[in-house]
Every structure is written in structure tokens, then in C-alpha cells.
């Protein structure tokens, strides 16, 4: 079975991460948490960036607010893809900073780069890259694609 792990720079950034692990855990996705500092655990970065690969993860969802060095920092050490949850944090710069920090990756450390916030969507597009491999995972995406057309067809139908 196919793992993601979820990791953020600091148990701050948890309830914004929290969207990625309930959206995982409803597509049947094994999923792993940690916090892991750029800036403050450098080693723990460096062993998990190294390592991940060896035990079982296919995909990582890295959330980090402010200067946001956490996704591009695995990236550079990881062969698995990387997706970069911007993170408005206190320190934040209107949370432009972690954008921008995440999305403005050199060429050869690609971070598939989500919205502010968005770690729904870094866990969906984490399943659906996991889904290209396992038919149950893309059979579960299917009817969670299906069920969001029928909630917009309904909204549609009530305004009749």
C-alpha cells in the first residue's frame, strides 16, 4: 500500500494541514505526520528528505509558512515528488512570502505547488498520483469527482 507523509515546520501549521490528512484518510490512503523544521531540525530534514523513499512513502505534502524553505528543501534531497502547502503563518508576509518561497523552485527541484492554504488539494493531487498505480485509490477519486459534480448539479437544480 502506497503512503503519503504529511509534514509541516511547526505544530502551528497543523490546522491547515489537517484538510490533507482528513481528505487522505477518506480516499483509504495510509498517511504519516511529523513536523520537520528546515531552520530548526536540520538533521531530522536531512534523514527524512534521504529516507523516505526506503520506507514505503510514494508521495510528500510539506507545509511551511513564512520563508517556506521546508518543500524545496526536501525536493533537493528526495527522488519522490514533493507537494508544497503554502502556509500563511504570524510571521507571514500576507502569506506571499510561502508562496512565492515554494512556487519559485529552481530548474532539476520541481515542488508541485498548491493555493495558500490549499492542503486539501496538495492531499487530492497526493491521491491522484498514487491513483496512476493503485485502482482502488483512482476508483475512490472517481466517485469523489462524481459526488462533487452531483452537489453542483443539485446547488444548480435549487436555483430553479
Do not use: C
Not at 52 to 76: E, F, K
Not at 141 to 151: D, F, M, P, R, V
Amino acid at each position: 500500500m502506497s503512503k503519503v507523509a504529511i509534514i509541516m515546520g511547526s505544530i502551528s501549521d497543523m490546522p491547515v494541514m489537517q484538510d490533507a490528512i482528513d481528505i487522505l484518510k477518506q480516499f483509504n490512503v495510509e498517511v504519516e505526520v511529523d513536523i520537520v523544521s528546515a531552520h530548526r531540525t536540520p538533521e531530522k530534514l536531512f534523514d527524512f528528505s534521504k529516507n523516505a523513499h526506503n520506507r514505503g512513502i510514494s508521495v510528500i505534502i510539506a507545509g511551511a509558512g513564512g520563508a517556506a524553505h521546508l518543500p524545496g528543501m526536501v525536493a533537493s534531497m528526495s527522488p519522490l515528488p514533493v507537494i508544497g502547502v503554502p502556509v500563511k503563518s504570524s510571521n507571514s508576509i500576507d502569506g506571499w512570502d510561502s508562496v512565492l518561497s515554494i512556487l519559485q523552485m529552481p530548474g532539476g527541484v520541481p515542488v508541485a505547488t498548491v493555493a495558500l492554504n490549499g492542503a486539501k488539494n496538495a492531499g487530492i493531487l497526493a491521491a491522484q498520483i498514487i491513483g496512476s498505480h493503485d485502482k482502488k485509490v483512482l476508483d475512490t477519486i472517481i466517485s469523489y469527482k462524481e459526488e462533487l459534480k452531483a452537489a453542483v448539479n443539485k446547488a444548480a437544480e435549487g436555483l430553479k
